[in-house]
Each structure stands twice: as C-alpha cells, then as structure tokens.
C-alpha cells in the first residue's frame, strides 16, 4: 500500500478573527486538495479543523 502523506496549516487574523484552512494529500502521483474559511475564530480551531477534515477525507479504512 502506497503511503498517503497529508500537509495542513491553518491562520487566522487576530483583530478580525477571520481565518482559513488548508490539508493537500500526496498518495504517489495523486494529490488533492482541501481548503475552507471561517469567521469568529482562532488559530488552534483552524490548525485542528485541517487536519480533521483531511482525516474524514480518506476513503479506504486503515489508510
């Protein structure tokens, strides 16, 4: 099985509280990329939902 590799970063501006997320998964040749925004946030909420979102995005149990 070929290892799948995830990336995630997530940011979030302080005075305003608006921020982003990003996850990019790497199997092979293979990449895909997630991305999304939130408002009324912070940096930790968005650090985790990154890497959250790209957990729920694998399709093969065990992965």
Do not use: F, Y
């Not at 590799?5 to 790497?26: K, P």
């Not at 991305?35 to 009324?40: K, M």
Request: net charge neutral.
């Amino acid at each position: 099985m070929t290892p799948i590799i995830i990336h995630t970063d997530g940011s979030c501006e302080t005075q305003t509280r608006l921020g982003g997320w990003a996850a990019v998964l790497s199997c092979g040749e293979h990449q895909r990329v997630l991305q999304g925004s939130a408002a009324d946030t912070t940096v930790n909420a968005l650090e985790l939902t990154a890497a959250i979102k790209a957990l729920k995005a694998l399709k093969q149990a065990g992965s």
